[in-house]
């Protein structure tokens, strides 16, 4: 069979895989051994990734929708955040995609600061954006959210979808039940998050959450409150110094 563009047959093997595996995985229980091997693949995607990222630095992420386009203003605000995070000496790091994702990374190139990605492994083929110093693809959304968490000490989520929110409510758990420290949480477009906002002074209401849970997170439009907060919130609150570098080990798939 001729392959007349080999980008569709990538997508179209991956598509398969990927259903294969999700078949197998949501069929239950299964053999000892398919399950070792299904955790061994796990291992070394999270092998793969602290190797990959063992140099970044303290990082801040940045969360945020993969449809907007370089006209939006979601993107144009994601830019000056990105590049206001750098300028406090942060690496910027995010899900390595489009949209909100490229123009945060955009933003710490503008300013000559450091940008990573962690890009997730897609059926439609989601590539890395070009405003990136490094990047690692990852395969499992788990493994890669766990990547966006370790090497941050704050979070800025821009406008998005279902995948945003996740990440969002996955960093406030972690920091509501102590798994992670109290770093600051950043909500940017506050029309955008107007609801969410209330249904979250809903959820303090009804004793879902605590009262003092509604502190993790500051609401704003302002790029310039946002990294005050951050500055003060993260770096003066965790006493934030830069370290002597390590020497990176190639054998270990170490790169700076």
Known sequence: MEIKNPKEAFVGISSVQN????KTFL???QSRSKDFFFL????????????????????????????????????????????????LGFTV?????????????????????RSVGCNIILPQEQK??????????????????????KYSY???????GFGTMDELFEALTLIQTNFIKRFP?????????????????????????????????LYTDSVEEAVVHIKKNAIEQFNLRKKKPMKAIGILGESK
């Open 19 to 22: 259903s294969v595996e999700e």
């Open 27 to 29: 069929e239950g229980p």
């Open 40 to 87: 061994i693949k796990i291992i070394r995607e999270f092998v793969k990734g602290f190797r990959a990222l063992h140099f970044v630095g303290p990082c801040v992420t940045v969360f945020g929708s993969a449809r907007f386009k370089e006209d939006h203003p979601s993107y144009k605000l994601a830019r000056e955040i990105g590049a206001g995070i750098s300028n």
């Open 93 to 113: 790091i995010t899900g390595g995609g489009p949209g909100i994702m490229e123009a945060a990374n955009r933003g710490a190139k503008d300013v000559g600061g």
């Open 128 to 149: 890395p954006n070009p405003y990136l110093d490094k990047f690692v693809n990852i395969r499992y959304f788990f493994v890669r959210k766990v990547l966006l968490t």
């Open 154 to 160: 704050a979070y800025v989520v821009m406008p998005g």
């Open 185 to 217: 949480v950043v909500l940017m477009d506050k029309k955008f998050y107007q609801q969410l906002a209330e249904h979250i002074d809903l959820m303090a209401a009804q004793g879902t959450i605590n009262e003092d849970d509604m502190n993790l997170l």
